[in-house]
């Protein structure tokens, strides 16, 4: 039987053993203290913290490890420093039996948002949410990073649909550019 996910982080915090409620709890405030006006919440069962509409960072407790998920951007800015950490898409697994790299979390939380502060280019505007974070979680902010890339190359990013090509063709062909026909991706 599954139990209801808890209400608010506090709740949420309670369920774990002590040691482990200690590290939710320095983690939780890490993240307040890095975006001071992000709002706390519960998402998908665990603690989120959301900041201009969007969840910039989410974190879980678990028997061994601490999850952090600071989506697949905050994870890629990264990539040096959490190498050493055990990941999968989006996720970083800190262990319980080392020091909590508090300062790592805070840069990534200040990342994201940067990234939401960020104002959406025009070439964006016309595509789904999904797919402007898409290109912006790959470092695709203007116009000019768009033509550098093949219509494949684009297709494969997690987000893109083959909706979005006439949208971002016509974007290229306002400014005499196109995509790339070599691969760059």
Known sequence: M???????????????????????????LTVRKAAPTATETISYGMPAFRYKGRVIIYFAGYKNHIGVYA????HAAF???????KQGRGS???????????DLIK????????????????????????????????GIKTI?????????????????????IPILQKALKEKGLNFSKAKKV
């Open 2 to 28: 599954k139990t209801a996910p808890a209400p608010d982080i506090d709740e949420y915090i309670a369920k774990f053993p002590q040691e482990t409620g200690k590290i939710l709890q320095q983690v939780r």
């Open 71 to 74: 989506t697949p951007s905050g």
């Open 79 to 85: 990539q040096k420093e959490l190498s050493a950490y």
């Open 92 to 102: 970083v697994q800190f262990p319980l039996d080392q020091p909590m790299p508090l």
């Open 107 to 138: 840069r990534m939380v200040q990342f994201r948002v940067k990234q939401q502060n960020e104002p959406v280019t025009d070439f964006l505007s016309g595509l789904s949410a999904p797919a402007r974070r898409a290109l912006q979680n790959n």
């Open 144 to 164: 000019k990073d768009l033509s550098k890339l093949t219509e494949a190359g684009i297709l494969q990013l997690h987000g893109i649909g083959k909706t979005a």
